[in-house]
């Protein structure tokens, strides 16, 4: 209740209850006072312990006191929902992601900036394995014998037995002659990579005697952990063929109230579910996509999203990054989902940029979509959509999540190159291809999630043919438990 609503006479005797006569000056400077009457009282009693006569000057000392409580009071509530949230992030701490980190205007110095980026952080991690010379003073050199270090523009088959790498540092470009097995290393050079070179000056050409790849160091030590992960992605919640009772199935075992008791069990150490994106089917991703969605509109697909997210028991945190079918910009790296869609999710659920490095209980694991793969596995003969986790390999052995520029993948020109896989990962998880693989490199687990969403028209003119329904259950450290929920 506010003192300047309220009449004299009720003032005068509620002020007479607490033992108070009010003096006239008290009385007009209560018509200025914006504090409850209740909170004033509390503040009086405080400062006029025994006293008789209240006056302007006691009213103007406890209204004054009463705001400085109700400032606090509000930093303590804060205080407490900044808590609230540490505890739902809890042991999960989010390690690189550029969402809020944003620079980039796509002009020339940006592009120049970001491929510089990504050569110098390739470049730390080759130094110690090679003793790389600037490309442009190679030619002033006494010893034959040299490294350089550069991005690949262009790989040339010259004959059965020869290829020629063009490799290009911040001085210069060289022709780097490959034969014999680094022929056939160099001829899986998919471009835009940082590669080291071991080799021989030859006229004006280096002739190759070692690719180097920056690659991940082998892990022999992983990181035991009594909880499992369970890896998913491309729900395409939306769309018209999404696995609605597929999905049921699976939040069935999660919430530990279907399967035998082995199942039960596994269900029980289940702390966390990374979804690696495509977590709606979007609006106006392909051409005619309306004709395949169950829902048209973007938010009401996210808030069924959030219904689909709230039926996983509470205490199993979800982190949701995103992909090309999400309503962030196309380009990569993405950042998370904007407050208008996450806001939507409960609060177990945490969303985070795409690629993200998220760190549980010191087990680091390595988000990505994974649009990169379709370049990959058309670009390397011997890969596949049956194997995914092969083509994922690859990106750990280039040390980056998207090495190839100007394919399918757009890439926005940060300042720095988030898609350099500078910190080693324990878990590196994509999606994106809609089939599942598994596997472990140099020590490091590998997952390709697969998807809640049957093949559509749109895929079946694609030639896509989808490994839907599929779960990977990881214990770090530990077994690896395919389940599936699909069954044709
Ligand atoms: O992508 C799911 C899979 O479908 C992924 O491997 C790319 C592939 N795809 C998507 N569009 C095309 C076109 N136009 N041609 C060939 N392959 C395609 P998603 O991100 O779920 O759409
Ligand atoms: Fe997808
Ligand atoms: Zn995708």
Redesign the pocket.
Known sequence: MVIKTIDTKFLVKKFAVYGYNLHPSAVEELRNCSVSIDDLLKELQRICDGKFIITAEDIREAEKRARERYSKRLTVKKETAEKKEEKVCGELQILKDVTGRSTCRGDVEDFIAYFNSRYEKILRILRGRVNPVPVSSLWKLRSEKVDVVGIVNDVREVNENTAIIELEDKTGIVNVLASGKIKEEAMELVGDEVIGVSGTINGNRIIADRIIFPDVPINNGRKKRSFRMVFIS?I?FGSKTFLKEEWERFVSWINCESGNEKLVELAEEVKYVFVAG?VVDGVG??PEQEKELEIVDIYQQYETAAEYFDMIRKDVKIIVSP???DAVRQAEPQPALPKEFSSLFSNNVVCVGNPSMIDVSGVKVLMYHGRS??DLISKINRLNYAKPQEALFELLKRRHLSPMYGERVPIAPEKEDYLVIDEVPDVLHSG???TYGTGFYRGIFVVCSSTWQSQTEF?KK?N?NPMPGIVAVYQPGGEVVRLRFYSE
């Open positions: 491309d395409h495509d991703i392909y992909g090309n079918h793969l379709d994106h291809v809609h895929q694609v896509l």
